[in-house]
């Protein structure tokens, strides 16, 4: 992991409670903003990721989320896959 | 399906296909907005859905996209469910 990729969380296949650590870990650190990644199966569990952090963990939160499609090499063919970004800052500065 | 409903596709079990057209169908038939809205696991449908309305279907659409969580009865207790709402505009007035 890059020292670019410090604040972003990648959601994959351990349990939702993971990286809800990971992001209360980054804000207790001291970033403003950590973003959560994921893509297809795993983006409704990136969006509960955000609400636990921001209704139990983390007040004054703001969430931004973006979408995107990415091109991955399947078994036989290129395949679309949906991606989600959720931004969360913290707004107390 | 009220008439404020109009413009709302909730996605639920059936194959993203089918929601895919439900949303372009809105927009031939004139609607400038379309929301998609989605419960748990079905979120993940829901970004597909909008991934290629904009990106095979309709020209011009900009998306904004909210999350929430709902509180439902399950079996014994309240639960927590996240909701996300993806607000699908099209750019061409």
């Known amino acids: 992991m890059s020292v670019k990729d410090e604040n ?3 959601v994959g296949k351990k349990p939702t ?12 650190d001291g ?4 973003h959560i990644k994921a ?3 795993s983006i409704n569990k ?4 955000a609400e636990i952090v ?3 963990f983390v007040q004054n939160v703001d969430v931004s989320i973006g979408i995107s ?3 991955l090499m399947g078994e036989r063919d290129e395949i679309n896959v949906s991606c989600e970004s959720l931004s969360t800052y913290s707004t107390l500065i």
């Open 8 to 10: 972003v969380v990648f």
């Open 17 to 28: 409670t993971a990286y809800v650590f990971a992001v209360v870990t980054q804000f207790s």
């Open 31 to 34: 970033q403003n903003e950590v």
């Open 39 to 41: 893509r297809g199966k």
């Open 46 to 49: 990136a969006v509960d990721i």
């Open 54 to 56: 921001r209704n139990r």
């Open 69 to 71: 499609t990415e091109k």
